[in-house]
């Protein structure tokens, strides 16, 4: 009888809790780039919409090992409109190993400019990848994998990465800073 009394007290409390609802917004500044913020926009934003999301019912976190990874050493990774195999391959490498990423575009003449700046070279090459510090132009998945294995990445994963991304388009917000 306890049990049954116990069992109703947890289904009550679990019908009464609330639950946790994340508000973000989407704008653009006044160059034209867009952001996706948790804290509301200023007021010279244009195009702002605002969305309520409400978390899944079942979430699964990242493991420690992951979540030092991705404090310690988070991986970005550049993509231009001209490696359409190449972009496709690195992103199935990062799908694959579940790593969580921010991606940029290098599409225009300044952020080619960052880019070859951060790298340190004259030419850029893209795919690219940094993990920290540590970086690599060019694709190659045993290189790609051991730059991931260094920064602590597991080869499995359980972190959601993000959507893959059309290898053509628009550049990624903030592609030129650096």
Same mark, same amino acid.
């Given at each position: ?28 500044? *006044?160059?034209? $780039?867009?952001? #996706?913020? %948790?804290? /509301?926009?200023? /007021? %010279?934003?244009? &195009? ?7 978390? &899944?019912?079942?979430?699964?976190? +990242? &493991?420690? *090992?992951? $979540? ?15 490696? %359409?195999?190449?972009?496709? &391959? ?5 799908? %694959?190993?579940?790593? +969580? ?23 850029? $090459? ?12 060019? #694709? ?9 294995? $260094?920064?602590? #990445? ?9 959507? /893959?991304? /059309? ?12």
């Amino acid at each position: 009888m306890k049990l049954h009394r116990l069992i109703c007290i947890v289904l009550a409390g679990a019908l009464c809790a609330g639950t946790a609802v994340a508000q973000t917004y989407k704008w653009k500044d *006044a160059q034209g $780039r867009t952001h #996706y913020t %948790d804290t /509301p926009p200023p /007021p %010279d934003a244009r &195009s702002v919409t605002e969305k309520k999301l409400q978390p &899944s019912v079942v979430e699964q976190g +990242a &493991s420690y *090992a992951e $979540r030092e990874a991705m404090k310690n050493a988070p991986v970005t990774v550049w993509f231009g409109n001209e490696c %359409d195999k190449l972009c496709e &391959s690195a992103q199935a490498l990062l799908r %694959d190993r579940a790593i +969580a990423y921010t991606e940029q575009r290098i599409t225009t003449e300044e952020q080619k400019a960052a880019f070859t700046a951060r790298f340190k070279v004259k030419e850029a $090459r893209v795919p690219a990848i940094a993990a920290g510090a540590d970086q690599l132009m060019g #694709y190659s998945a045993d290189a790609w994998n051991r730059l991931l294995d $260094r920064a602590g #990445y597991p080869a499995k994963g359980s972190a959601k990465p993000p959507a /893959p991304k /059309p290898v053509t388009g628009e550049p990624a917000d903030g592609a030129a800073k650096q």
